[in-house]
């Protein structure tokens, strides 16, 4: 996490504010704590951990990301296939 954000103050402008981590399952105690101290220090950079319920929340509201991603990402067609996506 902290190579990202180091890596993301080096992005050109337009500068980014959020680092979205995504994952499939669910985030440690360890880690939502970690990501909460962070958002609350001076950092500019915000960290938001969407965890699978979240993202698929998003994905049904906008169905043309997942059309998108899947023509960007053949991976992102076999994770979809598995059933990670539910109704998707």
Do not use: K
């Amino acid at each position: 996490m902290a190579l990202l954000r180091e890596q993301m103050r080096l992005w050109e402008p337009p500068r980014g504010d959020a680092l979205i981590v995504a994952t499939s399952g669910r985030f440690p105690a360890d880690a939502i704590t970690w990501a909460e101290r962070h958002n609350q220090s001076d950092q500019a950079i915000r960290i938001e951990l969407w965890r699978e319920s979240h993202l698929e929340q998003i994905l049904a509201q906008r169905p043309d990301l997942i059309a998108a991603s899947e023509a960007r990402h053949p991976a992102f067609c076999q994770w979809r296939a598995r059933g990670r996506l539910g109704g998707f």
